[in-house]
Nanobody
Framework: QVHVIESGGGLVQAGGSLSVSCAASERTFSSYAMGWFRQAPGKEREFVAAISWSGESTWYADSVKGRFTLSRDTAKNTVYMEMKYLNPEDTAVYYC????????????????WGQGTQVTVSS
């Protein structure tokens, strides 16, 4: 069983920045692609970004491309997502997910999930 734990998030004004991180419990973390999803009230969970097991490849939803940046520290079993130029539409619970099979853009492709961390952007 892999445990995924998110941290960071919080409240920020529009135009500001926040960072979230995701730690996984397994040594084999370095073999997993990792992803971030978000879910706003009344909406379905949606893909935000993902990073390959090596960290060499990243891919993003169009809505966050150029504003969010993923990186990973394999030694710390941790993935980081830096979020800039935040706007109220980015307000959601952000979930980290580990071990994907497929394109790594779909909820059903990930096996392990964290509990989520709230990001709120005020206007």
């Amino acid at each position: 069983q892999v445990h995924v734990i998110e941290s960071g998030g919080g409240l920020v004004q529009a135009g500001g920045s926040l960072s979230v991180s995701c730690a996984a419990s397994e040594r084999t973390f370095s073999s997993y692609a990792m992803g971030w999803f978000r879910q706003a009230p009344g909406k379905e969970r949606e893909f935000v970004a993902a990073i390959s097991w090596s960290g060499e490849s990243t891919w993003y939803a169009d809505s966050v491309k150029g504003r969010f940046t993923l990186s990973r520290d394999t030694a710390k079993n941790t993935v980081y997502m830096e979020m800039k130029y935040l706007n109220p539409e980015d307000t959601a619970v952000y979930y980290c997910a580990a071990l994907c099979r497929g394109s790594c853009r779909q909820v059903e492709e990930f096996e392990y999930w964290g509990q989520g961390t709230q990001v709120t952007v005020s206007s």
